[in-house]
């Protein structure tokens, strides 16, 4: 098929996703809204599930319960580190390209406008939406692979950003996070997309932990088959794909990979506000009233198809290039042996003490806690990295492998 005739395809299907909701819907929505309806799938503050039933965590009309888990978040050290994480572009000096910490906030704003629209609880959107990216590794999924490769050799375990992420939240720092947001932050992975987004039976911590436990053990067979059990959860999961499937584009075309009229749709940078407008109106009017998030099949085709462009286009050129990526992959596994090492040997001088261990120490030492890493080392393996942003990681590999062709100077 010509370009021109394959672009005609895409647009002829885009054109069939309305831009405004139905005039029907939005009677309905008004009608609903006048007379105080209240969504009975919705999440409510009462339902909140924690591990601990502690006083100063309960919802008061000032702080609701999950207002309280995003400012858990937003405290975080982790969340500070969002700054320096890079989300597809890790070797471009240009502050005009996404960093993760954008990302999560982008995830938290389309969540919540169709959460908003649907009636559910946007402060556990918000906080989903904040914290599903706080376990990724420094250098976007390359690093998560790469960290992954090493951990899997060594150990016959395997390491995903959002098990992570709900290891920094619920065993690091131990913030007594609702068991809601620590599942819609495990269910998130927004590469696994789905036309129907049905809830799971998740209803206890026993439950989770054993879920968490069986992503780690068996990687992808596991994780491939997460279902948030809220539908704040589900509208965070797909908010996560609409937040970079366009804005990756703009970054490509920011950073001089792509030209705007090297895509099919023939949308450019533009196909961004597209797909953020198009795909909110779609999925509230499948979804409004129902116990699931739906989307169109032809949303779902057009999801399908921009994501295949951006991985032919973009991932597969873009951010790791050329010889870097084997060069860091071995700054990952030199850095991962040098800093397991020094933790079996108590080197107190290590950047793995100084900026994970004596940092989560200091931040537990608030709530009259302590850390026990000492018996913490078979699952802090796969966190080492956790900690670092791009820069830090940099700075790191310097000090513990010297001479390694990966040098601070090479990120900016």
């Known amino acids: 098929m010509a370009i021109n005739q394959e672009t005609a395809v895409i647009k002829a299907r ?15 929505i008004s009608a609903d809204r006048a007379s105080g309806h209240v969504n009975p799938y919705r999440c409510n503050d009462d339902q909140v599930i924690r591990r601990i039933d502690r006083a100063a965590d309960k919802g ?25 994480k890079t989300q597809v572009f890790s070797f471009r000096s240009n502050d005009d390209l996404s960093r993760r910490g ?3 906030q982008l995830v938290s704003r389309i969540a919540r406008d169709i959460g908003r629209a649907l009636g559910l609880n946007c402060d556990l959107i918000e906080a989903i939406g904040l914290g599903h990216d706080l376990g990724h590794t420094p250098f976007g999924h390359a690093g998560e692979r790469f960290l992954n490769d090493i951990f899997h050799e060594r ?23 609702s068991l809601q947001t620590l599942d819609g932050v495990l269910c998130h ?18 439950q989770f932990d054993r879920t968490v436990e069986d992503c780690i053990a068996t990687g992808y067979s596991a994780i491939e088959h997460l279902r948030p059990m809220t539908l704040e959860g589900c509208v965070v999961r797909i908010s996560d794909i609409l937040a970079y499937v366009g804005r990756d584009r703009q970054d490509a075309i920011a950073a001089g990979l792509l030209s705007p009229d090297a895509f099919d749709d023939g949308r450019g940078g533009a ?32 999801i399908r198809r921009a994501k295949r462009e951006n991985y032919e286009k973009i991932y597969s050129k873009g951010g790791i290039e050329g010889d870097s990526e084997a060069e860091l992959r071995e ?22 003490f100084k900026h994970h261990i004596s940092r989560i120490e200091q931040q537990l030492s608030y709530y009259n806690r302590t850390y026990a890493w000492q018996d913490d080392k078979g699952s802090s393996r796969g966190g080492l990295y956790r900690e670092y942003d791009g820069r830090l990681f940099l700075r790191a590999d310097e000090q513990a492998v010297p001479g390694s062709k990966v040098s601070a100077s090479y990120l900016y």
């Open 14 to 28: 885009m054109d069939r996703i309305p831009s405004a909701l139905s005039p029907e819907l939005v009677e309905r």
């Open 60 to 84: 008061t009309l000032m702080r609701p319960a999950f207002m309280r888990d995003t400012e858990k978040i937003l405290h975080l050290p982790a969340y500070t580190r969002y700054a320096g």
């Open 102 to 104: 954008l990302h999560v």
């Open 155 to 177: 150990t016959g375990r395997y390491f995903f950003h959002n098990v992570q992420s709900v290891r920094v939240l619920d065993a690091l720092y131990g913030r007594n996070v």
């Open 189 to 206: 992975n927004g590469e696994y997309e789905q036309r129907v987004f049905e809830l799971s039976d998740m209803s206890s911590f026993d």
């Open 271 to 302: 196909y961004n506000s597209w797909i953020l407008t198009h795909a909110s109106i779609d999925i509230v009017e499948h979804s409004y009233g129902k116990p699931r998030i739906e989307m169109s099949e032809v949303l779902f085709e057009e």
């Open 331 to 352: 700054a990952f596994e030199k850095l991962y042996d040098r800093c397991l090492q020094d933790i079996n040997e108590g080197d107190e001088s290590s950047y793995i």
